[in-house]
């Protein structure tokens, strides 16, 4: 459904920004984020079946991404705060792809969210920001969990 309403989306875009009903948004809340369900944040298996053979990369993927992302849950309140919505956007549309690449399913449908939030100046921006930033931290801290396991040598 989220797909559909993307493509709608974008094809409505092309002809011009028409006012979007706030209602046809994809809208995740806090209550119902994937940083709160028992989800993980990263498809592990998938990841490493991604890479495998390869866990020294895959190892130092993900600690590229900690030295890369670990600001980034503040960056996202504070551009939210200062209403830097471009920056805001581009951010978001970064955070869709680098979580996506790595697996982490929940993080890259909340940033694609945002980004058409943003795209489409929806109110409830503000707190979709917020479920991102707590995404993010979640995200962040198992794969510091994962790196540090002793058992998988890192991962």
Known sequence: LDHLVRVILDLLAAVG???????????????????????????WLTLES???????????????????????????RTLAAAGQTQEL?????????????????????????LEQALKYQATDAPEMTEGLALEMERLIIEIRERLAQPDTEGL
């Open 89 to 113: 956007l581009l951010l978001a549309h970064n955070i869709k792809g680098m979580t996506g690449n790595i697996e982490a399913r929940p993080a890259s449908a909340m940033a694609a969210r």
């Open 17 to 43: 920004k028409p006012e979007i009903p706030q209602e046809i948004l994809p809208t995740p809340t806090l209550e119902s984020s994937p940083a709160l369900e028992t989800q993980e944040a990263v498809d």
């Open 50 to 76: 991604n890479f495998q053979g390869m866990q020294a990369l895959l190892q130092r993927a993900c600690s590229m991404l900690l030295d890369q992302h670990n600001a980034t849950p503040t960056r996202l």
